[in-house]
């Protein structure tokens, strides 16, 4: 059974850092492309930032220069360090691993973790 464990969302003030974990557990890590995506009230999922098997990373605009993501294939987890935290930062933050092997499908999301940039 696939599982995508999150951990590391809190409440934090404008210009903290929180630092997400996603653990992965049921597949072959090496193969998967992860993500990381957020969703705040009442807006549309989006993409935060991505990270390759190699571990290329790129970033959605709104958050280039102050989150960093990275991954361990040794054990299977992958991190979103975030810096410089803003309000409009607040939403669920999921983890998200495609297999990236041709022709597969297979897709996986974590359950979530609240962040929330607050004073």
């Known amino acids: 059974q696939v599982q995508l464990v999150e951990s590391g969302g809190g409440l934090v003030q404008p210009g903290g850092s929180l630092r997400l974990s996603c653990a992965a557990s049921?597949?072959?890590?090496?193969?998967?492309?992860m993500h990381w995506y957020r969703q705040a009230p009442g807006k549309q999922r989006e993409l935060v930032a991505s990270?390759?098997?190699?571990?290329?990373?790129n970033y959605a605009d709104s958050v280039k220069g102050r989150f960093t993501i990275s991954r361990d294939n040794a054990k299977n987890t992958v991190d979103l360090q975030m810096n410089s935290l803003k309000p409009e930062d607040t939403a669920v933050y999921y983890c998200y691993a495609k297999n990236m092997l041709p022709g597969s499908s297979q897709e996986y999301w974590g359950q979530g973790t609240q962040v929330t940039v607050s004073s």
């Open positions: 049921g597949l072959i890590f090496s193969i998967y492309a």
């Open positions: 990270i390759t098997i190699p571990g290329r990373a």
